[in-house]
């Protein structure tokens, strides 16, 4: 259980949507481009050739990494999971600043489904590990590198 890799069911299906993309239409994209490269002579100055081969291995490994990460992922459906106020994965968080007065929504996924810019982070990240288990109304203080942080919690959603 160790290695099990926490995961929602989208992340999850965002990989699988991924995965059926490298393995349908890039490996033949990237095949096709090793096999052009081969028709311009020899392959000891053929750029091309080691670029297509190149991009070659990294997409192989991406389907290795991809295969292996859900192969070991534990997927997580918050919303089949009854809401007690209680932050945990998969769950989507409304924060009052108490510094800067200000709200922040987070919702908590696995590291490979991150990203800021929507607000997603990681359960790993160090706000998300001061949030966990935390429920609606206690004051976290999180430890970032940027300092220490105080947070209330103003709502908890398992969406």
Same mark, same amino acid.
């Given at each position: ?56 291995? @990294?997409?192989?490994?991406? /389907? ?24 945990? @994965? ?12 200000? +709200? #922040? ?12 810019? +929507? ?22 203080? /999180? ?5 220490? #942080?105080? @947070?209330?919690? /103003?709502?908890?959603?398992? #969406?």
């Amino acid at each position: 259980m160790s290695n099990m890799i926490p995961m929602t069911a989208r992340g999850a299906e965002n990989l699988r949507v991924e995965l059926e993309h490298l393995k349908t239409v890039r490996r033949p994209e990237i095949v096709n481009s090793i096999a052009e490269a081969r028709e311009h002579g020899d392959l000891k100055e053929n750029a091309e050739y080691h670029a297509a081969r190149e991009e070659q291995g @990294f997409c192989e490994g991406r /389907v290795q990494d991809i295969e292996w990460k859900l192969s070991n992922s534990q997927i997580i459906d918050v919303t089949k999971i009854t809401n007690n106020g209680r932050v945990i @994965f998969g769950s989507t968080v409304c924060l009052y600043n108490t510094e800067t007065e200000e +709200e #922040i929504t987070y919702n908590l996924v696995g590291d490979d489904e991150a990203n800021i810019k +929507e607000n997603r982070i990681s359960i790993n990240s160090p706000i998300a590990r001061g949030l966990v288990g935390k429920s609606v109304d206690d004051v976290a203080m /999180v430890t970032t590198p940027g300092g220490a #942080i105080e @947070f209330e919690i /103003v709502s908890v959603e398992y #969406i």
